[in-house]
């Protein structure tokens, strides 16, 4: 794990409450839930971004967007919004 955002709705009703993790040795972001279960909790880890190589940080940002970033090509060691990535799988 490289890079984690708690998100609390700014992301709107699908995302909901979560984490928004980055993993960079798998070029994933992961979107972690988690719901209680008595004493404990669940959780449930689903796809969130594509299209990166190398995610490193996952920011939310003070009007509430994420901000994603890569280290490698094509997107090139920089933070984006994450809506400027284009899903590629």
Known sequence: MDGVAIVTGQLGPA???AAIV???STGKVQQVTLA???????G???PFLTGLQ???????????SLVAGDDLPPIGAGCVPIG??????
């Open 15 to 17: 995302v909901g409450t």
């Open 22 to 24: 980055a993993e960079w």
């Open 36 to 42: 209680r279960s008595g004493a404990a909790y669940t």
């Open 44 to 46: 449930a880890v689903a």
């Open 54 to 64: 190398q995610p490193v940080p996952v920011i939310l940002a003070p009007d509430g």
């Open 84 to 89: 400027q990535v284009i899903a590629t799988t």
